[in-house]
């Protein structure tokens, strides 16, 4: 049998399986036509999966020992950590996972927006991808605050206040984020369960993100929207290199956090114990929530209450295949839009470092700059820039084919 | 690809410089570096000579103790002197209250808040100075220019000649911080020496891995090719 012939499986192993498993893995997996020239960035729905796997299971194991009450909670996780035989990793592998889930995550959000894969008919895709992002981050803060470590018992009393200010709405989300219109005991039992309560939701709506992106027409860097069926191949064994290098990368980058550097990216003033007569100089969440810390501040600079900014952030992130008014899907051939992209990535860095900064002083104006910068970008500058650049053609057929 | 494994060199190296706070000087702050056990046996020595007459370490539980090859009389003895009626419940008063009201805090996770935190142990204890002139020091203070607002009420514990090495000689007043440090980091984080070999097995697997894969795809696709 060559290399390149499928096995037909023998009819009495197919009838034994009732549900056709393979018939499914190889018809929307394996087999799955998907365009010639995609770049390593569109695996990364794999890695997105390997993270959630991994914080799921050692989610469950650290559930199991978690106490949440206000001075039990970080202890408890220390004692975890101490005392159960490996539970050191397993804490590390929740830690950075969420690190490692949320780089996978930007990156592959800022690769949709390079390469228009929120446009031409794949807008349900985009929005559930939004959502998940999203409840990403709910699930990331709510872990966060988890830890019941300084910075996380300062973030829950700031998130109490962002939530009591929200009308009509406010004291009932106060009730059942935090079991009440104030933090107290009923809080970390409630944020706990929330937290694993979310954790699974979230995987539904990861599934159902990819079944989304697999119904609309298949995103390619050049953001053709119609294409050849011999622009398309079979998913695998095409692309079982690029999986496998961005498996690897992904397992390199997250087994050197884990040895060198395994609180990268958390607040340094969290590992202390979190009480309400003392609070750290600086209180930040961990770092994928920096931009959205820098976004509330620069809002709050300007009167407008932090969660209507938050809303109004992802609003207009979902809303991005109606501000894009150009006709070109790829920044690959709308250089001048790549350029605003590039801007926005830079900037969107830049919020976060400094919204960790105290907030005082030429820090503050950078946060108040940067975060106006992005609200700027996707209501002024997408529409008209997409509307009003010259753009180069775009092909017909795929170029670049790396399989 | 080429900006990915960029993006990825700056990171590594924005998180190997993330520590650099203060000074450096223990063996396993570098990403390959290990405890050094004589470091940490003597930091336990002056832990009991100087420092455990007023604070705890209540997270560190016996067992940890036998990683340090110290031998059974020694433990022994360790175990003895240890008051359990005056060992507090731990998570009866949050840590912060108890530092509010001036009293001595655990140390078995000190280290942990800090982003240097052996550095942050070191300038501590080896940065009591004379008070200068035009400061007026609260009463109960001492002056420690290593101490956050440089008044602290911890009296200098240090004690040159509390403790004797092996060989008879008596370490100054820095050597000692030095290695309380050292153990002070080994109680806050004793998976280091198994997380860095875990993770270094770990990127070795993988290389191996990638090498062994990548050889494979590129020879089936050379097979592929060819049948074409």
């Not at chain 1, 999986?243 to 550097?261: D, Q, W, Y």
């Not at chain 2, 440090?181 to 891995?209: E, Q, S, Y």
């Amino acid at each position: 049998m060559s290399l390149n012939e499928r096995s037909a499986s023998p009819p009495i192993r197919e009838a034994a399986f009732g549900l056709r498993l393979r018939e499914v893995y190889r018809r929307y997996w394996r087999d799955y036509p998907v365009p010639a020239n995609l770049k390593l960035t569109w695996s990364f729905g794999v890695l997105v999966a390997v993270s959630l796997g991994v914080l799921t299971l050692s989610g469950i194991w650290l559930g199991m020992y978690y106490r949440p009450t206000m001075g039990g909670a970080g202890l408890s996780i220390a004692q975890f950590s101490h005392d159960v035989p490996l539970g050191w990793l397993i804490h590390d592998l929740h830690r950075d996972g969420s690190t490692m889930l949320f780089g996978v995550v930007y990156v592959e959000l800022l690769r949709g927006i390079r390469y228009g894969s929120y446009r031409n008919g794949r807008e349900r895709a985009w929005i559930i991808e939004v959502v998940r992002f999203f409840m990403f981050l709910w699930v990331g803060l709510y872990g966060f605050i988890m830890t019941g470590g300084a910075d996380a018992y300062w973030i829950a009393r700031a998130m109490e206040r962002h939530l009591t200010a929200v009308p009509l709405l406010g004291p009932a989300m106060a009730h059942i984020c935090l079991g009440g219109l104030l933090i107290g005991n009923a809080t970390l039992p409630h944020i706990g369960f929330a937290h694993e309560a979310m954790g699974f939701l979230v995987l539904l709506i990861a599934a159902l993100g990819f079944a989304a992106s697999r119904a609309a027409p298949p995103a390619n860097p050049d953001g053709i929207v119609a294409l050849q069926p011999d622009n398309l191949v079979p998913q695998f064994p095409a692309y079982t290199g690029t999986v496998l290098t961005a498996l690897i990368l992904f397992g390199l980058i997250f087994a050197a956090i884990i040895a060198v550097s395994p609180s990268l990216g958390q607040p340094p003033g969290n590992e202390i114990i979190g009480a309400p007569l003392g609070a750290p100089v600086t209180v930040t969440p961990p770092w994928f929530l920096l931009g959205f810390q820098g976004l509330i501040e620069a809002g709050q600079r300007l009167g407008v209450a932090g969660w209507f900014t938050v809303t109004a952030s992802f609003v207009l992130f979902g809303a991005l295949p109606w501000l894009d008014r150009g006709t070109v899907a790829s920044c690959r051939y709308r250089p001048l839009y790549g350029g605003f992209v590039w801007v926005l990535q830079m900037n969107w860095i830049v919020l976060s470092i400094a919204a960790a900064q105290p907030a005082t002083g030429a820090w503050a104006l950078v946060t108040t700059v940067t975060g106006i910068y992005c609200f700027v970008h996707f209501l002024i500058l997408t529409p008209l820039i997409t509307v009003l650049e010259p753009t180069h053609p775009v092909p017909l057929r795929i170029t670049q084919r790396t399989v | 690809m080429l900006r990915l494994i960029v993006a990825m060199v700056l990171v590594l190296a924005g998180f190997i410089q993330s520590g650099h706070a203060g000074l450096r000087h223990w063996g396993f702050q570098s990403p390959f570096g290990t405890y050094n056990q004589s470091e940490i046996r003597m930091g336990l020595a002056v832990y009991q000579a100087d420092c455990a007459r007023c604070h705890g370490l209540d997270m560190v539980p016996y067992r940890d103790f036998e990683t340090l090859r110290l031998g059974p009389k020694r433990l022994a003895s360790i175990i003895a002197t240890i008051n359990h009626e005056q060992a507090f419940d731990v998570e009866a008063e949050p840590w912060v209250d108890r530092v509010r009201r001036a009293s001595p805090p655990d140390l078995s996770l000190i280290e942990q808040g800090h982003r240097n935190g052996p550095g942050y142990v070191y300038a501590l204890l080896t940065g009591y100075r004379p008070k200068p002139a035009a400061m007026r020091l609260r009463p109960d203070h001492y002056f420690d220019i290593g101490f956050p607002g440089e008044q602290i009420t911890m009296p200098p514990a240090l004690e040159p000649g509390s403790v004797t090495m092996a060989d008879g000689r008596r370490p100054g007043v820095r050597e000692m911080a030095h290695d309380v440090a050292a153990f002070l980091a080994w109680t806050a984080h004793p998976d280091l020496d198994d997380r860095k070999a875990v993770g270094g097995d770990m990127v070795i697997c993988l290389l191996v891995l990638g090498i062994v894969g990548g050889r494979l795809v590129l020879a089936r696709r050379r097979i592929t090719d060819k049948q074409i």
